[in-house]
């Protein structure tokens, strides 16, 4: 039965996202000009804070944001989309965390950020809200704050019934001591090559079609129960341990002209409808949705798709629930 408190809990990285449009991505040392500039709220936690709120899931958000011009914009927007801002925290000594992004005319982009109070997170930070952690329905973590409290994160949410679901993203290596504590991880097909990589396994054969399960598989063997791998405008891969099968998702067909967010459109969703009490599959149905109309809209937070949105275009492709 599903508790009406039941909340998802996303700790992350909040950032200001300055954006320039262009006609195509410069090559090093070259300048490209004619762009557009345009600014945003973004970082990943926020994002998929603002994704996990619109498709209907109570959303608390974690972080640490500077006093200052732009972190008031972040707490103010946030606020606005109803995510629960209680636990955010100020840091006078640290700027706010920035993102400058380009993006070329047909959606892809190149990205740098400058965490600022992002990685100032610390484990006394985590601690003084472990009760929140413990309580959560479903929790949400990505790597744009320290390894060492995504590390103390995870293992406070042990010690509740909480689904923990990393997003190794930007990816940097993880201990496989942390990796046993969660139970989903949703990298794209990048970031889990590199994972496994990471992990000393041998040498991979990229061209073999199986790769995405054979790789899924081995990694699954440290304790996850599903790896979700995002593989873009082809929809994702969901590996399920305890049947040792792979399924696919496509995504549907879509004029892409902001690939920005769209991965933590997926997650926000996917953690949402979990903590909703949708199975795994059909959370990944509504994910994958949701992202194939985020990137049809320029911004990160800007494009998450409400929940009526995702369920109309489900409807229209009569996209079958298990």
């Given at each position: 039965?599903?508790n009406?408190n039941?909340?998802v809990?996303i ?14 991505l ?5 300048t ?14 926020a ?5 996990s709120?619109?498709s209907g ?5 974690i ?8 972190g008031?914009q972040m ?12 636990h ?10 920035v993102a400058f ?7 892809e982009n ?7 109070a ?26 744009e704050?320290?390894?060492?409290v995504i590390?103390?994160v ?9 689904i ?23 990298p794209n097909?990048?970031?889990l090559?590199l994972?496994?990589?990471s992990?000393g396994y041998?040498?991979l ?6 790769i995405?399960?054979?790789?899924s598989k081995?990694i ?5 129960k599903?790896?979700?791998t ?18 696919l ?7 892409a002209?902001d690939t920005v967010g769209?991965?933590d ?28 109309i985020?990137?049809t ?9 409400f929940?009526?949105?995702i ?5 229209k492709l009569?996209?079958d629930l298990d």
């Open positions: 039965m599903l009406k039941s909340y809990l700790i992350g990285s909040s950032n200001m996202d300055l954006n320039i449009y262009s006609k195509r410069p090559n090093p040392g070259e490209v000009t004619g762009g557009v500039f345009r600014q945003f709220l973004g970082g990943k936690g994002n998929q804070s603002v994704a709120v619109r899931a109570k959303t608390i958000f972080g640490k944001i500077g006093v200052d011009s732009f008031d707490i103010s927007r946030l606020t606005n989309e109803g995510v629960d801002i209680t955010i925290i100020r840091d006078p000594n640290e700027s706010s965390g992004i380009l993006i070329d005319d047909k959606g190149m990205i740098s950020v400058a965490p600022g992002n990685f100032k997170l610390t484990l006394d930070d985590i601690e003084l809200h472990s009760e929140v952690i413990r309580n959560a329905r479903c929790l949400v973590v990505q790597m704050i320290p390894i060492e590390e103390k995870f293992e406070i949410a042990l010690q509740g019934n909480v923990k679901i990393l997003n190794p993203a930007p990816f940097k290596p993880i201990p496989p001591k942390v990796l046993k504590n969660i139970d989903i991880i949703v097909e990048g970031e090559f994972l496994y990589s992990l041998s040498q054969n990229r061209n073999d079609n199986d995405i399960f054979k790789v081995e699954s063997k440290l304790g996850i599903y790896i979700i995002t593989l873009g405008k082809k929809g994702c891969s969901i590996y399920l341990r305890q049947k040792e099968k792979n399924l998702v496509p995504a549907p067909k879509v004029e002209v769209a991965g459109c997926f997650i926000g969703v996917l953690a949402s409808k979990l903590s909703r009490e949708e199975s795994i599959i059909n959370a990944v149905k509504y994910a994958t949705v949701a992202a194939s985020a990137v809209r320029r911004g990160a937070q800007d494009s998450m798709p929940l009526q949105e369920e109309d275009k489900m409807n009569n996209i």
